[in-house]
């Protein structure tokens, strides 16, 4: 039986040594089904996940994370890579679906309205917040959006670091929602940044203009990959009420 929302979040461990026991590979992807359904900034979508079962890969990935327990032994691993360079086409792929969604004959006019600010927003505002060239637009955009806010509320992150931030961020709430779903049907996980990044895109075939989020390794828990019990600062030091 799956666990509730609230029992897998509890369930929800770093572990760091798996059984040899092997897990489904359908699942696992079931699961990055439900990573792809994250929210994600402007619905850009700017991730992509590699599921690697391969033993080749799998024995050159565990070097790449430094032969890490929670790589060496992991039945799967799952590679969340964040891909800022595909904005253009996750922009138009946004676009194209609006184009299906609202094509149909005497549309009326609320219905117009919305398309045509939303098509407006993929055409017009995306490319002026993500365009750049060796950062320097966004250096230039970043001073004259601060210079606008100084009189009226406005978005500041514009530079190449800040939007390389937006879809990182992303990729980390997809990674979650995978980590939640395998946590769900009692696999775990671990969500690894200990790795040679240049190494694991080599691995991937990756191309330049790809990052990497996470490795995150996949099993069925050791109880000796539970490094202790679960710490947490006390909730009333990082809850405000305001």
Same mark, same amino acid.
């Given at each position: 039986?799956?666990?509730?929302?609230?029992?897998?979040i509890?369930?929800?461990?770093?572990?760091r040594?798996y059984?040899?026991e092997p897990?489904?590979?359908?699942?696992?992807?079931?699961?990055?089904?439900?990573a792809?359904?994250?929210?994600?900034?402007?619905?850009l979508?700017?991730?992509?996940?590699?599921?690697?079962?391969s033993?080749?890969?799998l024995l050159?990935?565990?070097?790449a994370?430094?032969?890490?327990n929670?790589?060496?032994?992991?039945?799967?691993?799952?590679v969340?890579?964040a891909r800022?360079?595909?904005?253009?086409?996750?922009?138009k792929?946004?676009?194209?679906?609006?184009?299906?969604?609202?094509d149909?004959?005497?549309?009326?006019?609320?219905?117009?309205?919305?398309?045509?600010?939303?098509?407006?927003?993929?055409?017009k505002?995306?490319?002026?917040?993500y365009?750049d060239f060796?950062? &320097?637009?966004?250096f =230039?955009?970043y001073? $004259?959006?601060?210079?606008? !806010?100084?009189?009226?509320p406005?978005? %500041?992150?514009t530079?190449?670091?800040?939007?390389?931030?937006?879809?990182?961020?992303?990729?980390?709430?997809?990674?979650?929602?995978?980590?939640?779903?395998?946590a769900?049907?009692?696999?775990?996980?671990?969500?690894?940044?200990g790795s040679?990044?240049?190494?694991?895109?080599?691995?991937?075939?990756?191309?330049?203009?790809?990052? &990497?989020?996470?490795v =995150?390794?996949?099993? $069925?828990?050791?109880?000796? !990959?539970?490094?202790?019990?679960?710490? %947490?600062?006390p909730?009333?030091?990082?809850?405000?009420?305001?």
């Amino acid at each position: 039986m799956e666990k509730t929302v609230s029992e897998a979040i509890a369930y929800r461990r770093s572990t760091r040594v798996y059984k040899s026991e092997p897990i489904d590979s359908e699942k696992v992807k079931q699961c990055l089904v439900n990573a792809s359904l994250a929210p994600t900034s402007s619905n850009l979508q700017l991730w992509e996940f590699y599921h690697i079962t391969s033993k080749d890969k799998l024995l050159k990935m565990a070097e790449a994370c430094f032969n890490q327990n929670a790589a060496k032994t992991a039945q799967q691993l799952v590679v969340v890579v964040a891909r800022k360079d595909l904005w253009r086409k996750r922009a138009k792929a946004n676009i194209d679906f609006l184009n299906k969604a609202f094509d149909k004959p005497d549309l009326e006019p609320r219905l117009l309205k919305r398309k045509k600010q939303a098509t407006d927003y993929y055409q017009k505002l995306i490319p002026t917040i993500y365009s750049d060239f060796f950062g &320097i637009l966004g250096f =230039i955009k970043y001073w $004259i959006f601060q210079i606008v !806010g100084l009189f009226r509320p406005i978005y %500041r992150q514009t530079r190449l670091s800040d939007m390389r931030i937006v879809a990182h961020k992303s990729a980390g709430l997809a990674a979650q929602n995978f980590m939640i779903s395998m946590a769900a049907i009692g696999y775990d996980t671990c969500p690894m940044e200990g790795s040679d990044t240049l190494r694991v895109k080599k691995i991937l075939n990756l191309p330049r203009g790809a990052e &990497i989020n996470m490795v =995150i390794g996949c099993g $069925i828990r050791d109880e000796s !990959g539970i490094y202790g019990p679960r710490f %947490r600062v006390p909730f009333k030091d990082v809850y405000h009420n305001i």
